[in-house]
């Protein structure tokens, strides 16, 4: 392909993109693609000769479309936001233009200060603590990791590599791999799925403490558990805290936490993936509370702030502890430039060498929305959560499980699980809008997330009477079970539910 057919396809795959998220709504947000679909529809090898752009992106539209998830779509609810916006994906496609690998300063020095600036742009946006700029005095900063697991990751490896330096100088009769068996790292049992991943790959047992009723890890709980592992002779290395836990959204207590930290030497890691953009947020202002004590922290941009996957923003106290953890050179990575403060080599800051240009992406998004445009965006999600909460709130057939936090709802309908499930069903097999159950102590429930980039006032509408009419079926479907002969003597507690709705239904007409 040369220059000018890539502009026609270049240009082509725009209009093609533009389409589709303007006219998303006119999709079921679940594809009707059976396992298999797409391997049975393509070749088994490469075509020998090349094929023309026209004919594949007919074939995008043809066998690839059917088989998306639109995440795009305002009828999305499931999980957490996946962002994205026109400007990210230009900058996504300017990245890939320029086509650069920037593991050190030298292989792109753009690559490089661009992060810096956009992550002091990022820390001043959302209130951090100064001393996570680059540009403060002391020792930290921030970068743009892949993903929240790679962050988590990152801190859990660093903060291990810094337990056992200092617990081999305090303990010289110790051997490393006597000190590697001990460590022991803790979070909460609502963390997501990641930090438990963490641990398996850190080689690093992970306790889940138990958040209790309203889902909140507090420092008494920690302490209670470091002193246990420390009396059988285990050493604790770190606890990741969750600001915004996946499940119901809800806030550990990181003053109290970081209080136990600093008094046992435990490093602080707060995942705030979903919920950080809200620290720049002035009324959820107490969210940050204790956030000048933690080591490190993440969060998302591609899923509260309109950059689209990958961008996970992390930032560091002490970025040396990360550093020198995970340097490991050779003199084909050396520059003449090396060492210079201003110019982190953010290769020794995360797993990979190689380092993507996330920067621009990030840079272009917070440049045409500006910072307005993010709160706005943010104060929207909210927003419409609340619109969502209310009609919850007024049809007497369900309840709430979890405070609204943010652009998430947690609820329920009144009764047995059995009913959650049914329900969840019924509106999977409908496609129109998706959402996820979840479960604590035993009650299972759904989570209604605002997702959309321009998600408004009818979509929300339209989720609610999908939900709403689909649970009034089926309360007629369990009714006529209910009485068909021989089933009488099981009436259930979905049929007592559907009674109580009934009587409630004729007190509303009275
Ligand atoms: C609180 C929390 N942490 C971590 C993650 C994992 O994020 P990522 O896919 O960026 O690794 C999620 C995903 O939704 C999350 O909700």
């Known amino acids: 392909m040369d220059a000018k057919e890539f502009r026609e396809f270049g ?10 998220l303007e006219n998303i709504r006119d999709d079921e947000v679940l594809p009707s693609v059976e396992p298999g679909y797409l391997v049975n529809l393509l070749p088994s090898e490469m075509p020998e000769k090349p094929e023309s752009w026209k004919e594949v992106l007919g074939d995008i539209n043809r066998v690839i479309k059917p088989g998306i998830t639109h995440w795009q779509s305002p009828n999305m609810h499931a999980y957490y936001p996946t962002a994205t916006s026109y400007p990210s994906i230009v900058g996504e496609m300017l990245a890939s233009g320029f086509g650069i690998i920037g593991f050190s300063w030298i292989c792109s020095p753009a690559c490089t200060e661009l992060e810096v600036v956009v992550m002091d742009w990022l820390a001043k946006f959302l209130n951090l603590p100064e001393h996570f700029q680059h540009a403060s005095e002391g020792p930290g900063g921030g970068v743009i990791q892949g993903s929240a697991s790679e962050a988590v990751l990152v801190a859990v ?26 460590l022991v790292a803790y979070s909460s049992d609502q963390s997501n799925s990641c930090i438990e991943k963490s641990g398996v790959l850190a080689a690093m047992p992970i306790r889940l403490l138990p958040a209790g009723e309203d889902f909140v890890l507090r420092g008494e709980t920690l302490k209670q558990a470091i002193i246990e ?18 499940g119901t959204c809800a806030y550990d ?32 202002s107490d969210l940050r509370k204790g956030l000048d004590r933690v080591d490190s922290l993440n ?20 970025a040396n502890k990360v550093a020198d953890s995970f340097n490991v050179d050779r003199i084909y990575l050396k520059h003449k430039h090396e060492g210079q403060s201003q110019i982190p080599d953010f290769r020794h800051w995360q797993i990979p060498l190689g380092r993507r240009f996330r920067a621009l992406k990030v840079w272009i998004t917070f440049r045409t929305l500006g910072a307005e445009g993010l709160r706005n965006h943010m104060r929207k999600h909210i927003d419409l959560a609340k619109q969502f909460e209310q009609l919850v709130i007024a049809d007497s057939r369900f309840e709430m499980v979890a405070p609204r936090a943010l652009g998430l709802v947690c609820f329920r309908p009144k009764g047995a699980n059995e009913i959650t499930t ?17 479960e604590h102590a035993g009650r299972q429930f759904l989570r209604f997330v605002v997702c959309g980039m321009d ?3 009818s979509d929300i509408d339209f989720a609610w009477s999908e939900i709403e009419s689909q649970l009034t079926d089926l309360q007629k479907d369990q009714s006529l079970v209910a009485r068909k002969p021989g089933n009488m003597a099981d009436l259930t507690e979905h049929f007592q539910i559907h009674l109580t709705n009934e009587n409630s239904t004729q007190e509303k007409s009275q």
């Open 422 to 438: 049914q329900l969840l069903q019924r509106l999977m097999d409908r496609k129109k809008i998706y959402m996820v159950k979840a």
């Open 229 to 246: 592992d420390k009396a059988a002779g285990r050493i604790p290395v770190i606890c990741i805290a969750t600001l915004g836990t996946t």
């Open 11 to 20: 240009k082509a795959a725009v209009d093609f993109v533009a389409d589709y």
């Open 157 to 182: 490896l660093a903060a291990r590599e810094q337990a056992v330096v200092s617990y081999k100088e305090s303990h010289p009769e110790m051997s490393e791999s006597e000190i590697r068996g001990r």
């Open 253 to 284: 207590d990181i003053e109290t936490l970081s209080a136990v930290c600093e008094e046992f030497k435990v490093w602080l890691h707060v995942d705030a993936a979903y919920a950080g953009g809200a620290f720049a947020l002035e009324e959820c």
């Open 455 to 457: 998600s408004n006032e």
């Open 299 to 318: 969060f998302n941009l591609h899923k509260f702030m309109l950059v689209n996957f990958d961008c996970s923003a992390m930032w560091l106290r002490d």
